[in-house]
């Protein structure tokens, strides 16, 4: 009871500082900062709340790097994506985890028209259209489950999947991927790349772990063969794409192809926690790195040694954050007899080992101090954190018991 | 009581301090200050203060897999003093320079060097080793050149697709065995893929030819005092696991007799000082990974005593020739000549190097590696004993005989001026020659340290004798012809030398092939990046940037993959 009360707290200040921002737009941050620092305490997981507050004010932070139109409110919703994800394994609702999948997106269709000074509608007109399919197929495909009629099972599964695959960036429907992330702008692309991923994945985790019924096993391959497909297409476009944009936004469909992988220990009580403990570190480093990158994009001044440990973390060099999440997604696949998805994910970590290390070559510069200079520095701090991931998997491991939804027939 | 300290961590951890001292003169102590401390941890250990030798420390749970951060056992202490005395002298020989990021580096690498030796369990070994890829990278990009850059970013993607297989390799294993330890291989070998991989990622660190160009590429690119650390720790940790994994592997025996002998080969065709010495670094590795293959009791000590030496002496001549290039801007042999007269104590601490890489009695080369050699003797295998005597001939050419000739000795007037190197240089260097020596009068120490009892006696008038021999023989052909050895201003790979044989089609044959491998060796990668390049740009051409193209695309998809869905749902 005490954390919904800290959260309905947590919403009231974003609103009262979103309002108030209409004035006096620090007051917007502010506002914000605070909203989601009382939202961690209400975190069902310190462990995993960490990470989200760290992003969260990041995000938050990155947002004075552009000259928004929409000054103030964008705090106010970068602060309510991040108020939701840190939510998201509080309740048990089916209800209340399918309308957090819906409230983490919504905010994106604004914050991707946002450039410097306007807003770009024809980018936010076709962003728009990628999501709201996604959201109706996904949430299709979550009804259908929650039902729980076995003839329809199969139709329900690939149809979550797919809703998945289309609202991360998993090919082969990441089209929207490249375009968008080299059109728009890298400062809200920071945040779609980073917290608006979080959100997505773990209600699908918790659903297929849910409604998991003898059928998902033999299901299951689909999810493998996207993964894998998403893996090579990922990172095989980055390779020869020269825009920094469109790099990342590849990269983007490569790390979600990994993610996605860790989908397959949902039949696997045993393996569960590792399985999360693996997609979470992944979407943190990725999210650190993304932050990184279009931070370094947008200020032309990050160090270079920062740049090349984001690299390092991407390509999953011990022991920063990236190397624990493909180790633990490695592990996992390994056990549950995956092999050979294991050994597709360990290749295409050599393949993209070039355009990961050509984006820190032309991206790092001279030290130079500034903001985005600042917050490259930060995310490399982040990626530091998992040094010892002990703590955080032990973290994980606590929250298996709230991992369950109530299906409700 | 504390339990241990990891001499490798004090590395480390230190090495982070280091950009916060303000002073100069507080700095440069404490650069010296960290081997030194890590050298006192590492005496306390062997004197049993933490348990004594062999004993395990520093026990991590980590999901599941118990991480041994600490096998102390003879082999790994061997190695551990010789990294940690290596690091002291390169310590002292880079006193002068003033990039901090640079000294943080090469802690990092010496201390994660460490950490590989130290390391008891496959995952502690694996996340140590990719810190010494990627800390050692710096030491080649703080030369700042665009050839450095480059041959960075080339020796870095060797490193990372090493670093990728040999963790492709250990969780195979681990999922077959359910262990992480890291124990001998050899009785597994050949039972699963995962073996080969493991073996693939440590000889790429070994450097042993195909896989070896990261090492003669880079290296010669590294700053001057960069180059010197990265002769000590990458190529004999892989040496160290090598007898750790695969001792008595008859494969790599092969793999290191030919090693020995196609790094000499390469070195003669050389004219950039540094570069020649790193093919030296291939060929010298080359006895040392064939030691562990032999795998006996002597051939082991051998390999191992042979790392100690040639961590010293090879550090040594890196630093007699970094010291040129630190004051001549200059490293090539045809831009420099005559260099005696300006910097002769660097001469002959260079010698010192050169003398115990050719293993001239009295100096520690000789100490070694006459027993890499006698054991394959003992063994009989003369092919590996043939290789590995020749090879030491082509070593004294080269390193004794060409290389001062070009650099410090030259009939024609010298190019450049030039004045001794900074007195912490010769300091350093100083340092190492004189441990050198001590070594190769006194090789007791160093036996003692042996991982088996040493029945080897170097000093006997067979060795001594023949080893003369073979070096005075080496000598008069070089002095008859010595004008051509002279450095060239390219390399130019006449194999006319290499195969005098009947028959204008064999030699054409062996010109375009070895013409064909020297071009695949300066792309220094593989060749598969254009076919990705392909598969990538048809990857991105249904990105035409229309919202009608990618939804035709994505509807397809979704109702194919509903269909499907729907069909398998009422078949299963």
Redesign the interface.
């Known amino acids: 009871m005490n954390d919904l009360i800290l959260m309905t707290i947590a919403v009231v200040l974003l609103l009262l500082g979103s309002v108030v921002s209409y004035r006096y737009p620090r007051a917007g941050f502010f506002s914000a900062v605070a909203a989601v620092m009382t939202a961690f305490f209400a975190c069902a997981s310190p462990e995993y709340g960490i990470f989200i507050l760290l992003i969260g004010i990041l995000n938050l932070i990155s947002l004075d790097a552009i000259r928004s139109k929409i000054r103030g409110i964008d705090y106010g919703l970068v602060g309510f994506m991040v108020i939701v994800t840190m939510y998201i394994f509080n309740t048990a609702e089916l209800s209340l985890v399918l309308a957090s999948f819906v409230l983490v997106s919504v905010p994106t269709y604004i914050l991707v028209m946002m450039r410097e000074d306007e807003m770009d509608v024809e980018v936010g007109v076709k962003y728009i259209v990628f999501m709201v399919i996604a959201t109706v197929l996904f949430l299709t495909g979550a009804i259908i489950l929650a039902k729980g009629i076995e003839s329809l099972y199969v139709l329900g599964y690939v149809a979550l999947i797919l809703g998945l695959a289309l609202e991360l960036g998993i090919a082969p429907l990441h089209e929207w991927v490249p375009d968008i992330f080299a059109r728009a702008d890298p400062v809200p692309l920071s945040i779609i790349a980073s917290i608006a991923k979080i959100v997505p994945f773990v209600v699908a985790f918790r659903i297929l772990y849910s409604t998991a019924t003898e059928l998902t096993g033999a299901v299951m391959v689909f999810t493998a063969l996207l993964a894998a497909t998403s893996m090579f297409i990922g990172n095989i476009g980055a390779l020869t794409s020269r825009e920094h944009g469109r790099v990342l936004g590849y990269s983007t469909v490569a790390n979600m192809g990994y993610l996605m992988s860790s989908l397959l220990a949902v039949t696997e009580p045993e393996f569960l926690p590792l399985a999360l403990a693996g997609g979470l570190l992944l979407l943190f480093s990725n999210a650190c790195g993304k932050i990184g990158f279009f931070s370094a994009m947008k200020g032309e001044d990050a160090y270079s040694p920062f740049t090349y440990m984001l690299s390092f973390s991407f390509l999953g060099v011990p022991p920063l954050i990236g190397f624990w999440g493909k180790l633990f997604i490695a592990i996992t696949l390994i056990r549950i007899e995956y092999v050979w998805l294991a050994v597709i994910l360990l290749i295409n970590s050599a393949v993209s080992i070039p355009y990961y290390l050509r984006l820190a070559k032309e991206l790092g510069k001279a030290w130079h101090p500034s903001l985005t200079g600042f917050i490259v520095l930060a995310s490399v701090l982040i990626t530091l954190i998992t040094i010892a991931p002990n703590w955080f998997v032990d973290g994980i491991e606590a929250l298996m018991p709230l991992i369950l939804i109530e299906m409700g027939g | 009581m504390i339990e241990w300290i990891h001499p490798g961590l004090i590395l480390i951890f230190g090495s982070l301090f280091i950009p916060l001292i303000g002073n100069r003169r507080v700095k440069q102590a404490y650069f010296v200050i960290l081997p030194v401390l890590a050298l006192i941890d590492l005496i306390l250990i062997s004197k049993g203060f933490f348990g004594g030798v062999p004993s395990s420390h520093w026990s991590?749970?980590?999901?599941g897999y118990d991480l041994l951060l600490g096998r102390v056992d003879k082999l790994s202490m061997v190695f551990a003093y010789v990294f940690v005395i290596a690091a002291l002298c390169m310590n002292v020989y880079a006193l002068h320079i003033n990039r901090d990021?640079e000294h943080v580096s090469a802690m990092l690498y010496a201390g994660s060097g460490l950490g590989v030796v130290f390391a008891g369990d496959l995952f502690s070994l694996?996340?140590f080793w990719?810190?010494m890829?990627?800390s050692s990278?710096?030491l080649i990009w703080f030369r700042g050149t665009r050839s450095a850059?480059d041959a960075g970013?080339r020796y870095?993607?060797w490193h990372?697709?090493g670093?990728?297989?040999l963790?492709?390799g250990i969780?195979?294993h681990?999922?077959t065995t359910g262990s992480i330890e890291f124990v001998s291989f050899l009785d597994s070998w050949g039972s699963s893929m995962a073996y080969y991989l493991i073996l693939l990622g440590f000889i790429i660190n070994a450097a042993v030819p195909p896989l070896h160009p990261w090492l003669t590429d880079a290296y010669p690119e590294a700053t001057v005092t960069g180059a010197v650390y990265m002769t000590a720790f990458t190529t004999k940790s892989a040496v160290y696991v090598l007898i750790r994994g695969f001792a008595g592997l008859e494969l790599i025996m092969w793999l290191g007799a030919i090693m020995a002998m196609y790094g000499v080969i390469f070195a003669m065709l050389q004219n950039d000082g540094r570069r020649l010495l790193a093919y030296h670094i291939v060929s010298q590795v080359g006895y040392m990974v064939c030691g562990a293959g032999m795998g006996t009791a002597m051939a082991i000590n051998g390999a191992t005593a042979h790392a100690f030496c040639h961590i010293l002496y090879k550090a040594l001549l890196f630093m007699g020739m970094g010291a040129v290039l630190e004051v001549t801007g200059r490293s090539r042999f045809t831009e420099l000549g005559g260099l005696y007269r300006y910097m002769p104590r660097t001469f002959w601490l260079y010698m010192i190097g050169a003398f115990s890489i050719s293993g001239f009695p009295l100096f520690n080369g000789f100490v070694s590696k006459t027993m890499t050699v006698e054991a394959s003797a003992l063994i009989h295998q003369p092919i590996v004993w043939f290789l590995l005597e020749g090879a030491s001939i082509g070593t004294f050419f080269c390193i004794a005989l060409k290389l001062p000739r070009n650099v410090w000795f030259s009939e024609e007037k010298p190019v450049v001026e030039a004045k001794e190197p900074p007195i912490n240089m010769l300091a350093g260097m100083g340092m190492l020659a004189a441990l050198c020596i001590f070594l190769g009068i006194y090789p007791k120490p160093l036996y003692d340290l042996l991982p088996y009892p040493v029945e080897f006696v170097p000093y006997t008038s067979e060795h001594v004798l023949g080893i003369c021999q073979l070096l005075f023989f080496a000598f008069i052909p070089f002095w008859i012809m010595r004008e051509s050895f002279r450095g060239e201003e390219k390399i130019v790979l006449d194999t006319d030398w290499l195969v005098r044989i009947p028959g204008r089609r064999f030699i054409r044959f062996c010109e375009d092939t070895l013409i064909r491998y020297a071009e695949f060796d300066e792309k220094r990668f593989f060749v598969f990046?254009a076919l990705?390049?392909r598969?990538?740009?048809s990857?991105?051409a249904?990105?035409t940037?229309y919202?009608q193209?990618?939804?035709r695309?994505?509807f397809a998809?979704?109702i194919i993959?509903?269909i499907?869905?729907?069909i398998?749902?009422?078949l299963?």
Do not use: C, H, N
């Open positions: 991590i749970d980590i999901v990021w694996y996340i990719e810190i890829a990627w990278l710096f850059l970013f870095i993607m990372l697709t670093g990728i297989l963790l492709a969780l195979i681990v999922q990046p990705l390049e598969l990538s740009k990857i991105r249904i990105q940037g919202l193209d990618y939804l695309i994505i998809i979704v993959s509903l499907l869905a729907s398998g749902g009422m299963i």
